[in-house]
């Protein structure tokens, strides 16, 4: 159904542009808002199509799966960069924050909406509120590394481990509901 639709989005705009150009003293309205109507439903189908995929049984329960296991990547990394905080060089700070962090939180990203999907929307605003502050954080403990501000490495290390543990503690309570 999506290749359905993305051909009538390419068809729809091609043709529309199509009696555009070939109409230069007046455009043929009914040919075009046709190949408009055609386009709008390429964008239906393509959307039917996504929703369909993303409430998937098998991809949502792995999708799942992907959310908690990077969640509790992310939290073990933080803990570990927490515990090493003071013997490390704040310049040092951002490469091991890429190195050990950046996989996980891409996979967590792409998974998340899954958490909407099964444990509904205030809950997916819940667990997202601590984990966008955890990376706010983490990026705030990034930018302070390559600037070298090394209070500001600690402290924020800190701040990031907080919010992405509440994160971790929301979505197994909602796991285990």
């Known amino acids: 159904m999506k290749k359905t639709g993305l051909f009538f989005i390419a068809a729809g705009f ?10 230069q003293t007046a455009v043929g309205w009914l040919p075009w808002s046709v190949a408009v109507i055609v386009g709008f439903v390429g964008v239906l189908f393509v959307r ?3 929703r369909a995929h993303a409430q998937d049984d ?3 329960s792995e999708n799942i799966a992907l959310v908690v296991q990077s969640l509790d990547n992310i939290v073990a990394g933080v ?12 310049y040092d700070v951002g490469p091991i924050i890429d190195e050990r962090l950046l996989d996980d939180l891409d996979t967590f990203v792409e998974a998340r909406e899954t958490i909407g999907h099964v444990y509904g929307l205030q809950n997916y605003a819940d667990v997202m509120a601590h984990f966008a502050g955890g990376e706010r954080y983490l990026n705030r403990v990034w930018s302070a590394s390559a600037d070298g501000y ?8 800190g701040h990031a ?7 971790r503690d929301k979505l197994a309570a909602l796991s285990s509901a």
């Open 14 to 23: 091609l043709v529309g542009v199509y009696f555009t150009v070939t109409h």
């Open 48 to 50: 039917m199509a996504d």
């Open 58 to 60: 098998t991809r949502v």
């Open 79 to 90: 803990t570990t960069l927490n515990a090493e905080k003071e013997a490390l060089n704040p």
């Open 150 to 157: 090394i209070d500001e490495v600690r402290a924020y290390i």
């Open 161 to 167: 481990l907080v919010q992405f543990t509440a994160a």
